[in-house]
């Protein structure tokens, strides 16, 4: 299966992406994440992608493309993924579709997370990742990890990510008004979006999206 993940910054995506790619048995691409761990091991990469997300700008699309894809085309995403956080702007959405049709396959989903922008600043504002791997994440208040500052997963250190800032924050959400939004009104043309609401525990999403994602598996 074939599934893009879409939503305001501080949605779930990630949280539910985990799930998802466990219950779907598809690996779980997110370049927010693979920017990220470019960032910590000081590749070029991470050295450039580092300036735009501190901002809260979309990285440049050229790099953004080539990463994607070079992911999409590992052994382990052959029978399928679940892509969260790309395509991010009309242009990604369309080079996927390119890189799609090349292979002669297509999408079988786009599932979009719908959340009040109230609720996404207080998700945003308490959420603690892990230094090890940025899709291990927490919240202060809705899922704190058992000991304080400690990851459950792996025992790494949990921080605040530089981009969640109040300011910051206010730019990501602008971006994907104006940037990302756009693309479901590009994948509704192709009848791909199921819309849920990404409100309430964790776990009933995660069963709520699975039944909508249903007619398509
Ligand atoms: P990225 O990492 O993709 O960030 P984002 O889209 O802003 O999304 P977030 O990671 O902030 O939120 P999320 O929806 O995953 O929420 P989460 O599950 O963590 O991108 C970061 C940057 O990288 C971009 O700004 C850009 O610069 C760059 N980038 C990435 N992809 C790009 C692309 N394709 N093109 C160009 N640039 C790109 O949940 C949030 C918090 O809420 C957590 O603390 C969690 O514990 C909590 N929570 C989750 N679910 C619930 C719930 N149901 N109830 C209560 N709390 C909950
Ligand atoms: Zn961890």
Redesign the pocket.
Known sequence: MRIVLV?P???????QAVRLAKELAIPHI????L?RANISQQTELGKL?KS??DA????PDEV?IAMAKDRMEQPDAVNGFLL?????NVQ?AEALDELLETEGIRLDAVLDLEVPEGEVVK??A??RICRNDSSH???VT??PPKKEGVCDVCGGELYQRD?DSEDTVRT?LEVYHTQTEPIIDYYKAQDLVVTIS?????DE?TQRALKALQPQT
């Open positions: 939503g910054p501080g949605a779930g995506k990630g949280t997110s370049t927010g994440d920017f992608a735009y997300m809260g700008n979309l990285v953004t969260d956080g790309f395509p991010r990604q998700r945003i308490g959420r994440v927490f919240h809705y899922s981009d990501r990404s409100l309430g525990p964790v999403i």
